[in-house]
């Protein structure tokens, strides 16, 4: 089994974070679940995207919505 992940390349979609070997923003795949598709419904609808694609989309999503910017707090 071969990890798949997701990539960032300014020469592809604008530089926003695609499915590894392919041009599917993780914002596509992620979208796509949260309006109640099946993953099987999107592996149909971007039949060169895998399992292991939309799993590593999840993936990169869920790491992303932890990140945190905290505030510079500034003395008064």
Do not use: K
């Not at 979609?13 to 109640?36: D, E, F, H, N, Y």
């Amino acid at each position: 089994m071969t990890a798949i992940g997701v990539t960032i390349d300014h020469r592809v979609m604008g530089g926003a974070p695609c499915v590894a070997g392919t041009r599917i923003p993780v914002s596509t795949v992620v979208g796509a679940l949260g309006q109640g598709c099946t993953i099987d419904e999107v592996l149909v609808d971007y039949p060169t995207l895998t399992r292991d694609g939309i799993l590593a989309a999840l993936r990169y999503a869920a790491h992303a919505a932890d990140e945190r910017e905290l505030p510079l707090r500034l003395s008064a």
